[in-house]
């Protein structure tokens, strides 16, 4: 069986496939309607432009859904991140916006065999289809762990204190409001055990109202929240511009 992870921004992107097979349907109707006349030429060519940009829009859309392709994990960003975790003596691991189960996939063969694997998200599938505890679960079973997926926001995660031993959050900060996100920093320190570890995998994006650089945006915002950073390291996206930053943090002893 395959891994199956949902079409991010799933709405917008059907609506630009029927915005495009719309204009195409109308632009060949009007253009089969052409007379003999000489007017019907220029007509002809409009509606030869607007099935061409039309078939051009649906490709974009159709490739944009599949990177990557929907079954497929893109493991090297998941290793980068586990590579710098104690993920093989860990009880108790909580990712925050683990979705559909792509960073539980990825971060799975990483885990040692007794882990308490929680995965945390609000589980929107306005935003990415099929989103819900559902594939979570499916998948993490399918990369051979299992996770016990909780619904609710990373800014008020419904875990105790103190009782886990790695969170994760693997591309999910940047989704979440400036205020929201440093929130949700906060409580990772809170739910992270006094000796455990926080691990961040950002793309090198900051939330829509903030203009910055993103490493040194998350760097800030980490320590703001009450956490010692142990290494921020950037890491190659393969094919695409801008690099991960990886931010592995810990709870400031009090
Ligand atoms: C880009 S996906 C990343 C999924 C997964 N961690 C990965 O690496 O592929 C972002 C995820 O964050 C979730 N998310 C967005 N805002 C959230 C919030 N406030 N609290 C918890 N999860 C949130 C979304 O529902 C989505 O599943």
């Known amino acids: 069986m395959a ?4 079409i991010y921004h799933w709405r917008r992107r059907l609506r630009s496939l029927l915005v495009a097979a719309g204009v195409s349907a109308l632009a060949l109707w ?3 309607r052409g007379s003999t006349r000489e007017s019907s030429r220029v007509v002809h060519a409009c509606c030869l432009v607007a ?3 039309s078939a051009v829009d649906a490709g974009r859309t159709v490739s944009g859904a599949l990177s990557p392709p929907p079954w ?3 493991r090297y960003k998941y290793d980068a991140l586990a590579a710098r975790l104690p993920l093989g003596r860990a009880d108790r691991v909580l990712d925050v916006g683990c979705g559909t189960g792509r960073s539980l996939v990825g971060l799975a063969p990483h885990l040692g065999g007794s882990t308490t694997l929680l995965g945390l998200d609000v589980f929107d599938d306005r935003v990415i289809l099929g989103n819900g505890p559902a594939l979570a679960r499916r998948n993490a079973a399918l990369a051979g762990v299992e996770v016990t997926p909780l619904q609710g926001d990373a800014a008020r995660p419904p875990v105790a204190a103190n009782t886990i031993d790695v969170v994760t959050a693997c591309r999910v900060l940047h989704d979440l409001p400036p205020p929201d996100a440093d929130r949700a920093l906060g409580e990772f320190a809170r739910v992270c055990a006094p000796d455990g570890t926080v691990g961040v ?3 090198p994006l900051t939330p829509d109202e903030v203009d910055a650089d993103p490493a040194a945006y998350w760097r800030e915002r980490t ?3 009450g956490l010692e950073i142990e290494r921020l390291d950037r890491v190659d996206r393969c094919g695409a511009e801008g690099r991960y930053v990886v931010i592995v943090a810990t709870p400031v002893a009090e």
């Open 72 to 74: 497929v994990v893109e």
């Open 30 to 32: 009007i253009g089969m």
């Open 201 to 203: 995998l950002e793309l």
């Open 223 to 225: 320590l703001a929240a």
């Open 51 to 53: 099935v061409v940009r």
């Open 3 to 6: 891994y199956c992870f949902g």
